[in-house]
């Protein structure tokens, strides 16, 4: 299963940003597709995720700014970032849930740095 991310950069703070993300490879349905975004010495955090029902969760402090959307048939998920931060400048990471019964298996991307800086 491969998980590749793109549309990453650096952009002006209040700019906007969309990521991309395409799962290839997976043999069982994905359950989840989600963001999570790691800055420079800290945990990697949950940005947003969206499952295969429609739902989303979303990370309280990036609420309204971020958006995830996802399409289950082309396996590909986005997330559209407005009005962006210097706090923002994180790598970003595409995860993945696949369903195997009553069982999910994790797998990520590569990450795609952010740069939001004037």
């Known amino acids: 299963v491969h998980l590749v991310e793109s549309g990453g950069g650096l952009v002006q703070p209040g700019g906007s940003l969309r990521l991309s993300c395409v799962v290839s490879g997976a043999a069982s349905p994905i359950y989840s597709m989600a963001w999570y975004y790691q800055a420079p010495g800290r945990e990697r955090d949950l940005v947003a995720r969206i499952y295969s029902s429609g739902s989303t969760t979303d990370a309280d402090s990036r609420k309204g700014r971020f958006t995830i959307s996802g399409d289950f048939v082309k396996n590909t998920t986005f997330l559209q970032m407005n009005s962006l931060k210097p706090e923002d400048t994180a790598v970003y990471y595409c995860?993945?849930?696949?369903?195997?019964?009553?069982?999910?298996?994790?797998?990520w991307g590569q990450g795609t740095q952010v740069t939001v800086s004037s």
């Open positions: 995860h993945t849930e696949l369903q195997k019964g009553s069982w999910t298996i994790d797998y």
